[in-house]
């Protein structure tokens, strides 16, 4: 496991973007009960750790699709993030709506994106994958390429994993399940005899009942 992956992760356990309940579940909105919560949107509050989130995910940007030319973030948790990786770079910024307004232009992709362009998507954590593959379409069915994704987080489920293989997308994170659970236990945030638990969890999220 690299460095990034658990630095990141030890950062998000600092400022309590991490909540750990497995006696009282959190319901997402998938309507799967989870033990665990990671809110990394949080880091938006915290000067240096924004400034870092942004300048990690512009040099992983960098370093794997050069090709850019334009970046797209995923309403509304990576609106912000988007929008300051592409200040960073310098690249024109758009962003893609889970459903296209109701009113006025009924835009699903807010900004203008040249036919043709190479789009980065950003996204701030993927559970299912399903509103950032949604993101994805979107962009191709506009007209342009999307050349990957960049997350701040993953929970790495089977069923995400499938899908962004399955639509043919290369994701790329910042920090994970794995780093998480691994620098929580380091630090005693957990103990070894929860992680059976979080465990069994993250294998069939949809049926896990604690």
Request: net charge negative.
């Amino acid at each position: 496991m690299n460095s990034l992956e658990k630095i990141f992760a030890a950062k998000l356990l600092e400022i309590k973007a991490i909540k750990l309940q497995p006696e009282d579940p959190f319901t997402w909105a998938s309507g799967w009960k989870s033990p665990f919560y990671c809110d990394n949107r949080k880091t938006l509050s915290f000067t240096e750790l924004r400034t870092f989130v942004k300048t990690e995910l512009a040099r992983l940007l960098l370093e794997n699709f050069p090709e850019v030319d334009a970046v797209a973030g995923v309403a509304t948790g990576a609106i912000p993030q988007g929008a300051l990786v592409a200040d960073l770079l310098n690249k024109p910024f758009v962003y893609v709506r889970s459903k296209p307004k109701d009113h006025g232009l009924e835009n699903l992709i807010e900004g203008e994106l040249a036919p043709g362009s190479k789009v980065v998507v950003i996204e701030d954590l993927i559970s299912t994958g399903g509103s950032s593959l949604k993101a994805v379409e979107a962009i191709r069915k506009s007209g342009s390429e999307v050349v990957g994704m960049i997350a701040s987080y993953t929970y790495g489920f089977p069923v995400a994993e499938q899908a962004f293989s399955d639509a043919n997308v290369r994701l790329l994170t910042l920090t994970n399940y794995e780093a998480v659970l691994e620098v929580a236990l380091e630090t005693g945030y957990i103990t070894k005899e929860q992680i059976p638990m979080l465990n069994e969890w993250r294998r069939d999220p949809a049926n896990w009942k604690k």
